[in-house]
């Protein structure tokens, strides 16, 4: 819970509050106090009749996981809440991967005897729920509010310690999360040269595709990938040279031997390339000369021969100039 002096005004520097308001009723409602540096998306309000409860997204760089909120006023029905709770976390649960639950459930786990918390440990059961609290969080020796976890992929919480300087009869659980970061998704990205395709033959590729009963978007994008691979073929050299770059940037980050290493396999990698296709493109050139005329023109173009001109003699001992005309 939170009282009302709980305002944006009073909180921390670098941090930010989200809040989810009880109107009409006593006390402030339920809020999230995170870090600036850390993406929330806004409060999704599941609270139901016997609790008040969000639910929120949590995101850092490539990790994330869906953060559960509940309170449960010690006034409310058990078997009411277990029934209103099931469905929630059923509808949860099966959209999200990595699920953590903290809340004050005013149920005393700690005696798993009375009804109560059987009803609880029945649900975490069900649930595949995981509960991490195990020290008294109430002046009077009870465990009342938990830290729960679903998770499809290895997560792990761990809990430090149990804050007992605050001035309330409850305490503050401190803990930390720990959850594995998702695998670094590997794309391979094809350049083609666009500008280079000749629109009359791609009209003419369009025009020869065979009528299909298929799917019409798998069937057109299939052509179009067949037609592209023959017009535009992929150009290697620019993605060598952009694993090039990469690795260069990591070597000097780190100044490691072994990057310096692979850094430089990787430019002889774009060297052969290069000299591949300065190979295919000038054996490409000279095939389709008719005339040793053709292969000469075209040999002084890829030289950058220029044609030699011949400019007027000049005596520089008398200053005159000597101009030989033909007629």
Same mark, same amino acid.
């Given at each position: 819970?939170?009282?009302?002096?709980?305002?944006?005004?009073?909180?921390?520097?670098?941090?930010?509050?989200?809040?989810?308001?009880?109107?009409?009723?006593?006390?402030?409602?339920?809020?999230?106090?995170?870090?600036?540096?850390?993406?929330?998306?806004?409060?999704?309000?599941?609270?139901?009749?016997?609790?008040?409860?969000?639910?929120?997204?949590?995101?850092?760089?490539?990790?994330?996981?869906?953060?559960?909120?509940?309170?449960?006023?010690?006034?409310?029905?058990?078997? %009411?809440?277990?029934?209103?709770?099931?469905?929630?976390?059923?509808?949860? @649960? #099966?959209?999200? $991967? +990595?699920? /953590?639950?903290?809340?004050?459930?005013?149920?005393?786990?700690?005696?798993?005897?009375?009804?109560?918390?059987?009803?609880?440990?029945?649900?975490?059961?069900?649930?595949?729920?995981?509960?991490?609290?195990?020290?008294?969080?109430?002046?009077?020796?009870?465990?009342?509010?938990?830290?729960?976890?679903?998770?499809?992929?290895?997560?792990?919480?761990?809990?430090?310690?149990?804050?007992?300087?605050?001035?309330?009869?409850?305490?503050?659980?401190?803990?930390?999360?720990?959850?594995?970061?998702?695998?670094?998704? %590997?794309?391979?990205?094809?350049?083609?040269?666009?500008?280079?395709?000749? @629109? #009359?033959?791609? $009209? +003419?590729? /369009?025009?020869?595709?065979?009528?299909?009963?298929?799917?019409?978007?798998?069937?057109?994008?299939?052509?179009?990938?067949?037609?592209?691979?023959?017009?535009?073929?992929?150009?290697?050299?620019?993605?060598?040279?952009?694993?090039?770059?990469?690795?260069?940037?990591?070597?000097?980050?780190?100044?490691?031997?072994?990057?310096?290493?692979?850094?430089?396999?990787?430019?002889?990698?774009?060297?052969?390339?290069?000299?591949?296709?300065?190979?295919?493109?000038?054996?490409?050139?000279?095939?389709?000369?008719?005339?040793?005329?053709?292969?000469?023109?075209?040999?002084?173009?890829?030289?950058?021969?220029?044609?030699?001109? +011949?400019?007027?003699?000049?005596?520089?001992?008398?200053?005159?100039?000597?101009?030989?005309?033909?007629?």
């Amino acid at each position: 819970m939170v009282s009302m002096i709980a305002m944006p005004s009073e909180t921390p520097t670098g941090y930010a509050l989200k809040h989810l308001p009880r109107p009409n009723r006593r006390g402030g409602g339920l809020a999230l106090i995170q870090s600036s540096a850390i993406h929330t998306t806004p409060l999704c309000n599941i609270s139901r009749p016997s609790f008040e409860g969000f639910e929120t997204n949590i995101s850092h760089k490539k990790c994330s996981i869906c953060l559960v909120a509940i309170y449960r006023p010690p006034s409310s029905s058990p078997a %009411k809440y277990f029934n209103e709770f099931s469905d929630v976390m059923s509808s949860i @649960i #099966a959209t999200c $991967n +990595d699920i /953590i639950i903290v809340g004050d459930f005013n149920i005393h786990l700690d005696t798993p005897h009375i009804p109560s918390a059987k009803g609880l440990i029945s649900i975490m059961d069900d649930m595949n729920l995981y509960q991490h609290v195990h020290e008294p969080m109430h002046i009077n020796g009870h465990t009342l509010d938990f830290v729960m976890t679903f998770s499809l992929t290895p997560v792990h919480v761990q809990v430090n310690e149990v804050d007992r300087s605050v001035s309330s009869d409850r305490f503050a659980v401190l803990f930390k999360l720990y959850f594995d970061r998702p695998p670094n998704v %590997k794309r391979k990205f094809c350049v083609r040269k666009w500008k280079a395709i000749d @629109i #009359a033959a791609l $009209n +003419d590729e /369009i025009n020869r595709l065979p009528l299909s009963t298929g799917d019409p978007s798998s069937v057109y994008t299939q052509c179009m990938n067949s037609i592209t691979q023959r017009l535009a073929p992929p150009t290697e050299i620019v993605i060598e040279k952009t694993k090039c770059h990469r690795l260069e940037r990591k070597w000097r980050r780190g100044s490691l031997t072994v990057d310096r290493e692979i850094y430089q396999s990787q430019c002889r990698q774009l060297r052969l390339s290069r000299d591949k296709a300065k190979s295919d493109f000038i054996h490409g050139k000279l095939r389709n000369t008719s005339s040793p005329n053709d292969t000469h023109t075209i040999l002084n173009h890829l030289l950058h021969k220029q044609k030699r001109v +011949d400019l007027p003699q000049h005596d520089f001992s008398t200053g005159s100039l000597s101009l030989s005309l033909v007629v």
